[in-house]
Structures are given as structure tokens and as C-alpha cells.
């Protein structure tokens, strides 16, 4: 089994900035992708960026790519989304994921996922 726990969510303004953060713990050995994800009142959930172990190739929804990056450190199982340029449509729950295979944008290929953590960006 595989824990994942997010952390850094919160209140802003629109143009402000939060960090993320997901920290993995348990049968976390050998490479892994990850990923998050962002789910709104109401709506499905949807892929916001991914990242491979190796921290290369890092993919990004149309919609937060400019303005979001993922990042990781494999020493400490750590996953990080820096949002800047928040846009009140960015308002969701946040969740991250996890996958022993290749990162993908499809919910569907993840096999762990955090609680989440919510994000609110006020106009």
C-alpha cells in the first residue's frame, strides 16, 4: 500500500500563488509516477500535470501550463505543484496520485490517490 498526503491548499487572491505539496509513504520503492489532479463543484475530475521519476517530460493541462509546475523529490517522496497566476476558475480540490507504470493524464491509470486538499482563488 501506498499513502499519499497533500498539503498547501488554502484561500487566495486571484493573481496569487500557493505551493503544494504530496508526500508519499509506504511500499514506495522503486520508480513511480505522479501526478495531480483537480476536481471542481460539480464537474469530473481532471488532470491538471504529471511527472516521471526521472523529473523530465513533465506534462500540463492546456489550461495551468504558463503557470503551474510540478516538481519532486525522490529523496523525500515528495511532490510539489507551484500555482502562481491563479485564476478563480483554478478553484477545486486538489488531489495527487501515484503510478508504478508510465505518467499519464488518465485518472484511470493511477493507482493510489490523497484525500485532497482544497483550493480556493477568490475574484
Known amino acids: 500500500q501506498v499513502q499519499l498526503v497533500e498539503s498547501g491548499g488554502g484561500l487566495v487572491q486571484a493573481g496569487g500563488s500557493l505551493r503544494l505539496s504530496c508526500a508519499a509513504s509506504?511500499?514506495?520503492?522503486?520508480?513511480?509516477?505522479m501526478a495531480w489532479f483537480r476536481q471542481a463543484p460539480g464537474k469530473e475530475r481532471e488532470f491538471v500535470a504529471a511527472i516521471p521519476w526521472s523529473g523530465s517530460s513533465t506534462s500540463y493541462a492546456d489550461s495551468v501550463k504558463g503557470r503551474f509546475t510540478i516538481s519532486r523529490d525522490n529523496a523525500k517522496n515528495i511532490m510539489y505543484l507551484q500555482m502562481n497566476s491563479l485564476k478563480p476558475e483554478d478553484t477545486a480540490v486538489y488531489y495527487c496520485?501515484?503510478?508504478?507504470?508510465?505518467?499519464?493524464?488518465?485518472?484511470?491509470?493511477?493507482?493510489?490517490w490523497g484525500q485532497g486538499t482544497q483550493v480556493t482563488v477568490s475574484s
Open positions: 496520485a501515484f503510478n508504478r507504470g508510465s505518467y499519464s493524464y488518465r485518472a484511470g491509470a493511477y493507482d493510489y
Open positions: 509506504g511500499r514506495t520503492f522503486g520508480r513511480y509516477a
